[in-house]
């Protein structure tokens, strides 16, 4: 039950997908949905991990979650919990509804064995309260491809190009996302169903560019990379001033990465490339000539929280050698409440209960924030928010939570 008395939280059923998914589309302030987008959320959603809370016949919240699997620092790939369609109608805040769903969700994941569950968040302040906390940045960019010019390593001329169809090549497309996935922290080994999302094409989310292109890269007969992208075609007194929009992009190595960066950067009458979502260590910006014009910014995109403290640290690896007591505080799922000794190294780690003396104070959140590698303790201590209880234990556990590369979630869910 929801705590408001005339509420009740249910499981959703089949049957009543549309009533929820109107609701949720009218809380989100979206306009009408293409009968494609609708069906194919249908196919997703897990109807038992989704929730409905209803107020007599009335849909007033919803939320749900994905079975994913996450790359975590070291490449295991753990199970993670996929938040998502988290809404309340605006007749109904402030009397529990959110409170409740979280409860109810965050108990289903623990039974479940899941040691982490990971969200994007419409309001980032929503989530804090229940243990959630940036742990995933990601890069957006508009590039000037009329002034910047590329600097390719050596074989991108090996590397044969060409234009496909997005359905034709997608399981190819698919097996190079797969062979990157544990080299990642945050990326998320594709569920089966979920590759048709790339697919999803309508009119109306086009803003006036083309339909989806893909052009895949080549080696030895052997797809190693692949762009999908649209082009805006835009004119201005001077001449031409299209923008090429990229939506994916992926490649096995340095030479077929370069190639389909250059091709973006080569398309006729086009004079910017604009892109979202990217690692914010995407090598691209080691290429280009002059980063200035590059306009980048880095934003928040995937939230985190540890649903099993000892689980979810003992599942990844360390940078250095780490051993260290942490006195982690939880509000909202108590059993993480306590001392846990975390030792590790580059080769695994265990995470147990002890009385021995604590040496990092914290909570679940920071935890969160640093478990993928993206954020170091050390900058959340500078904030206030970790206190080192012995000296060097945060030097020790700051580099120790560290990861060769930077977290990146590939798309939102």
């Given at each position: 039950?929801?705590?408001?008395r005339?509420?009740e939280?249910k499981?959703l059923?089949a049957?009543?997908?549309?009533?929820?998914?109107?609701?949720?589309?009218?809380?989100?302030?979206a306009g009408?949905?293409?009968a494609e987008?609708?069906?194919?959320?249908r196919?997703?959603?897990?109807?038992?991990r989704?929730?409905?809370?209803?107020?007599?016949?009335?849909?007033v919240g919803t939320?749900?979650?994905?079975s994913f699997?996450?790359?975590?620092?070291g490449?295991a790939?753990?199970p993670?919990?996929?938040v998502?369609m988290?809404s309340?109608?605006?007749t109904?805040r402030?009397?529990?509804?959110l409170?409740?769903?979280?409860?109810r969700?965050?108990?289903?994941v623990?039974?479940?064995g899941?040691?982490?569950?990971?969200?994007?968040a419409s309001e980032?302040?929503?989530?804090?309260?229940?243990?959630?906390?940036?742990a995933?940045?990601?890069?957006?960019?508009e590039?000037?491809?009329?002034?910047?010019t590329?600097s390719?390593?050596?074989?991108t001329?090996?590397?044969r190009?060409r234009?496909?169809?997005?359905a034709d090549?997608?399981?190819?497309?698919e097996?190079?996302?797969?062979?990157?996935v544990?080299?990642?922290?945050?990326?998320l080994?594709?569920?089966?169903?979920w590759e048709?999302?790339?697919?999803?094409?309508?009119?109306?989310?086009?803003?006036?560019?083309?339909a989806?292109?893909?052009?895949v890269?080549?080696?030895?007969?052997?797809?190693?990379?692949y762009a999908r992208?649209?082009?805006k075609?835009?004119?201005?007194?001077?001449?031409h001033d299209?923008?090429?929009?990229?939506?994916?992009?992926?490649?096995l190595?340095p030479?077929s990465?370069?190639?389909l960066?250059?091709f973006?950067?080569g398309i006729?009458l086009?004079?910017?490339?604009?892109?979202?979502?990217?690692?914010v260590?995407?090598a691209?910006?080691?290429?280009?000539s002059d980063?200035?014009?590059?306009l980048?910014?880095v934003?928040?995109?995937?939230?985190?929280?540890l649903?099993?403290?000892g689980?979810a640290?003992?599942?990844?690896?360390?940078?250095a050698p780490v051993?260290?007591v942490?006195?982690?505080?939880?509000?909202?799922?108590?059993?993480n409440?306590?001392r846990w000794?975390?030792?590790?190294?580059?080769?695994?780690?265990?995470?147990?209960r002890?009385?021995?003396?604590?040496e990092?104070?914290?909570?679940?959140?920071?935890?969160a924030?640093?478990?993928?590698?993206g954020?170091?303790?050390?900058s959340?201590?500078?904030?206030?928010?970790?206190?080192?209880?012995?000296p060097g234990?945060l030097?020790e556990?700051?580099?120790?939570?560290?990861?060769a590369?930077?977290?990146w979630?590939?798309?939102?869910?």
């Open positions: 039950m929801a705590s408001d005339t509420t939280l499981v059923r049957e009543e997908f549309d009533g929820w998914w109107d609701h949720l589309v009218r809380a989100f302030g009408p949905a293409s987008e609708r069906e194919l959320d196919s997703l959603t897990e109807f038992e989704s929730m409905a809370v209803w107020d007599g016949t009335e849909v939320g749900g979650a994905f699997r996450m790359t975590v620092p490449g790939v753990l993670v919990a996929g998502t988290v309340v109608a605006a109904h402030r009397r529990g509804v409170t409740a769903m979280m409860r969700q965050l108990d289903d623990r039974e479940r899941e040691a982490l569950a990971a969200l994007t980032p302040a929503i989530y804090g309260r229940f243990g959630y906390d940036m995933v940045q990601q890069l957006h960019a590039i000037d491809t009329s002034r910047v590329l390719v390593p050596a074989g001329d090996d590397v190009l234009y496909a169809g997005p090549v997608l399981d190819a497309c097996a190079v996302y797969a062979e990157l544990p080299l990642r922290p945050g990326m080994a594709r569920q089966p169903g048709r999302a790339f697919l999803v094409d309508p009119e109306s989310d086009r803003d006036g560019a083309s989806l292109q893909c052009v890269a080549e080696r030895d007969g052997r797809i190693i990379g992208f649209r082009t075609l835009g004119w201005s007194p001077s001449g299209g923008t090429v929009v990229l939506e994916d992009l992926a490649a190595d030479a990465d370069a190639a960066w250059r973006l950067f006729d086009m004079s910017k490339l604009t892109l979202r979502g990217r690692p260590d995407d691209w910006q080691y290429l280009v980063i200035r014009r590059c980048t910014r934003r928040d995109m995937g939230y985190l929280r649903v099993d403290v689980r640290l003992a599942a990844r690896t360390y940078q051993d260290v942490l006195d982690v505080k939880d509000a909202f799922c108590p059993w409440t306590g000794r975390l030792t590790g190294d580059a080769k695994g780690a265990s995470c147990e002890t009385t021995d003396a604590a990092l104070a914290l909570s679940v959140r920071e935890l924030a640093a478990y993928l590698g954020v170091s303790l050390a959340l201590a500078r904030a206030g928010r970790v206190r080192e209880l012995r234990a030097t556990a700051s580099t120790a939570f560290g990861a590369a930077l977290p979630l590939p798309h939102g869910f």
